[in-house]
């Protein structure tokens, strides 16, 4: 979450918590009451929303040092079979073109060009072995084709979720505002002949602010030359 998120996170933490100790003088039925119980609602959508961000940030961080090395292992299988269709050409001419390894394309298009290789080199099997390449190249190349898949997927979903969740919280960070405001007033109308809840009210419900970074100080103006 967001600094701001965070501070108003422990905010609506601290209020629940004031709540708790002076439930005695805010009644369930009261409209202080249906106030409260929304800040407890509020409270455990901010913590599922923090909770699903952070998983939801691990799982593309975790999907994308997959895919990267996925990407690798894929990118060398076809290496492996376009030397051996460039060997292969010298006696089949065009060999060269079926198996041109692609440059700096996107995770879709890699994928279909693996495929198109798995798909070409089937029938070519035995005569790309015996240009090199190991007997279960093509179970190799089926094998990171999948794995690729998967990490691409791992981090399309860990993405998905992380911006979900985001959105949640922004989504609940104006109704969170909009409620201790509303709740303000009423506890200092309800407290006012008990300063001390009435401080601990205040300090509950305040949001704390980023300190602001000192201004650096100015250099000292040259003194003007003398006559």
């Known amino acids: 979450m967001k600094n701001s998120e965070t501070r108003l996170l422990d905010t609506l933490l601290r209020v629940r918590e004031f709540r708790a100790a002076n439930a005695a003088r805010i009644p369930a039925g009261s409209l202080a009451g249906e106030l409260f119980d929304r800040v407890d609602t509020l409270v455990s959508t901010f913590e599922g929303h923090a909770a699903a961000q952070a998983s939801g940030s691990r799982g593309a961080q975790e999907g994308s040092t997959s895919k990267a090395a996925a990407r690798e292992e894929l990118i060398r299988d076809l290496q492996a079979i376009s030397r051996a269709g460039r060997s292969l050409a010298v006696t089949a001419p065009g060999m060269e073109d079926r198996f041109r390894t692609p ?125």
């Open 103 to 227: 440059g700096s394309v996107s995770d879709q298009v890699l994928l279909g060009v693996a495929r198109g290789f798995a798909t070409d080199a089937l029938p070519l099997k035995a005569e790309l072995i015996n240009r090199g390449l190991p007997a279960n190249f093509l179970d190799d190349l089926n094998s990171d084709i999948a794995a690729f898949e998967q990490a691409t997927l791992r981090q399309a979903q860990g993405t998905e979720t992380r911006v979900a969740a985001t959105a949640g919280i922004e989504d609940q960070f104006d109704e969170a505002l909009s409620l201790l405001r509303e709740l303000g007033p009423i506890m200092v109308n309800t407290f006012a002949d008990d300063p001390t809840i009435l401080a601990a009210w205040t300090s509950a419900s305040h949001i704390e602010r980023p300190a602001r970074k000192a201004a650096p100080a100015k250099p000292p103006t040259p003194a003007a030359p003398s006559a």
